[in-house]
Nanobody, 128 residues
Framework: EVQLAESGGGLVQAGGSLRLSCAAS????????IAWFRRASGKEREGVAC????????YHTDSVKGRFTISRDDAKASVSLQLNSLNSEDTAVYYC?????????????????????WGPGIQVTVSS
């Protein structure tokens, strides 16, 4: 059974930092690209960052560039998302997702159909 489990969320003040982790099991981790998505209340789910299966390519949506950083540790079958300089617009449920062949270019990095497996999500709340 494939499982993706997010951790590290919580409540943080504006300007603060969090580090989210996604632990994967039951899938060939090294063959999968991993992405982080988020859904804010009343909004559609959007892509935040992704990292290719090789780790050579990463993409971050414009609103988080320079503030969020995605990385992967294949030995631990995990992906992290470092969130810095948080603001209220970052408040959302964050999801990690895995897909073979996903995160393959700047235009389709966040195509949700490319991600086969999804975690249950974790809440990040930024207080102003």
């Amino acid at each position: 059974e494939v499982q993706l489990a997010e951790s590290g969320g919580g409540l943080v003040q504006a300007g603060g930092s969090l580090r989210l982790s996604c632990a994967a099991s039951g899938l060939p981790f090294k063959n999968n690209a991993i992405a982080w998505f988020r859904r804010a209340s009343g909004k559609e789910r959007e892509g935040v960052a992704c990292i290719s299966s090789s780790g050579e390519n990463t993409y971050h949506t414009d609103s988080v560039k320079g503030r969020f950083t995605i990385s992967r540790d294949d030995a631990k079958a995990s992906v992290s998302l470092q969130l810095n300089s948080l603001n209220s617009e970052d408040t959302a449920v964050y999801y990690c997702a895995a897909g073979v062949g996903a995160c393959s270019g700047p235009y389709y990095s966040f195509a949700q159909f490319a991600y086969e497996y999804w975690g249950p999500g974790i809440q990040v709340t930024v207080s102003s």
